[in-house]
């Protein structure tokens, strides 16, 4: 029991991770990115093709996720740009059909040109005994990261002007603007930011079970989820989310099965949408 | 689509109301009769080859599945995300009826449609309840495309997991034969697209028009908007569960992948994009420019998503109306140009 806990926290951490990037891009643009996954899967592809050429896994990871950022930021500087242009309901819904056309372009092309590829990363040493639990020390790793990412994004976001900036054009685009911040590099900044995170994931996930070619999307339906769970816009509701769901999956797959559980977390969105639209701890207006 | 104030919006209801009032009902189905004479002769030139009588199905099938959509998404702007699942949602239904309850497979047919058109307003309904926008609408029926996939990869006994379901009640029927369903398939389309003109000259049309061009003003003018949404979600829900329970007959065996989402929506998506979203003929032209790309492309089959996805990005950012009416803009422009040259 105990050791399905820390396998569900281990799991969340990386989902918070996910998502994060996710919720913070709607909080800040009233955009949704379906090709968050994609980007994730790209990472774990150059990772991988980096290694296969005799690259040491640290650099080869480093690499896949600056590969994932430029991909991120290649998006916002082209696609995202008209999106810009709309309001509202337009602007969200042309955000959701161009990254959907990015999110099958780019894992056409990677599922096109390595029809086998996959990252999986094997962490040495024995496992490591917490609490009575023997835990595999990729898990650890993996934890390990994802605790540093949310660590050095809360420093960001709370102590750094930058992350004022990206605050308070979340709370207000027209206040910000009018004390001389310029939403547009804010956004970049944030797109580009989320795609590096999801190519983090893409690598710490790889460290306790392979990331395929194929893992893109069911990533992105993933990190959807999370983001809805803890509130389209929130950050912390969405590391929050992340970590509950995380423990819920891997109860729910140890105990009951793996299909029932991807309907359990499904109908969890579902029902957030339903019964508190604001999620976890989204603003309600 | 693109955000109208509510000044264009309202000019725009009575323009589009006197493009299609006044028109007589003669010249307002020509377009349909013209479709079905042009695609009725299509087995007539290539009825002997097998490989161009599927693709030609699959056309049709796809045809089918934008109108649905088009009546969903064209019509009342409600981004439903989960037309593979609803097509499936008809096609198990319809295996399941006729091979587990033992019921006629013509007469499973419509009922699967129904429970599909069940399925589908009920998303309606809720996301109108409790006025979901585009996002949730879209996330809600995306999850339900997930969840859909899992529910027939996890309901083994039922539906044989991802091994897939080989359809006993419909063997040797006319279905199987490509003639024959190519004929039915160009009815059903024919028959969607005579519907959705009927809808289009009738209240529903007149107040689908209002309600996508300002969903304010409508109200105000007493339009009761929830209704026709969940109308819409009903009747195009139904469309799309019927073409499905018909395409799995036809096929004789279908699997989870057969309804995916990257199989069916996006493809759907594109077709509608770049015929033309709420026109008429814009599943027609759609799926008949598609099919000569895929063909075209042919060489290139494992690379098809991509390509997808990358007509999608160029349509939504280039013309977002549609490829045909941009075209037919472009027509009108140069008419008017040369016309007034001349006098």
Redesign the interface.
Known sequence: MLAVFFDGIVGGLQLGVLAVGLSLLYGLGGVLNLAHGALAVSAAIVASLAMDAGWPAVPAAVVGVLVAAAIGLGLDQTIMRPVYRLRGESRVLLSLLLTLGAAFAIDGLLGWRYPFGGLSLRIGGGPVTILGVRMRSGSLLASAIAITAIGALTWLLRRTRTGRAVRSVIQDEVGAQLVGINPGRVRTLIFTLSAALAGLVAITQSMTAPVSVSSGFSLTILALIVTVVGGLGSAPGALLAGLLLGIVNALSSFYIGTYITAIILLAAAALTILVRPAGLLGRAD | ???AGIGSGMSRVVVGDRSLGHRSVLSAYLPVAAVAVLLGFVPVVIGDSRTYMGLAITALTFGAYACGFNVIFGST?Q?FLCLGALAGVGGYGSALLADRADLPFLVTIPMAAAIAAVVGGVFSW?SVR?S?????T???T???S??FG??L??QRDLTGGETGLLIAASQDTFLRDLVPAYYVFLGMLIGYLLLFRWLQRSHFGWAFRALRDDEMTAELAGIDVARFRVWAGLIGSAMLGLVGAIHAHHNGFINPTTFE??RVD?RT?VIL?FGGIGTLMGPVIGTVSFAVVDELIRDLR????????????VL??GFRGGVGPAVVSLYHRFRARTGRTGS
């Open positions: 689509m693109p955000g702007g981004l809720i409790r979901l926008g585009v996002i949730f879209g996330i809600v995306l999850t339900f997930l969840g899992n529910l990869l996890g989402f990257g996006v998506l994009a494992q690379l098809r998503i991509a390509v997808e996805g990358g007509i999608l990005i939504f950012l």
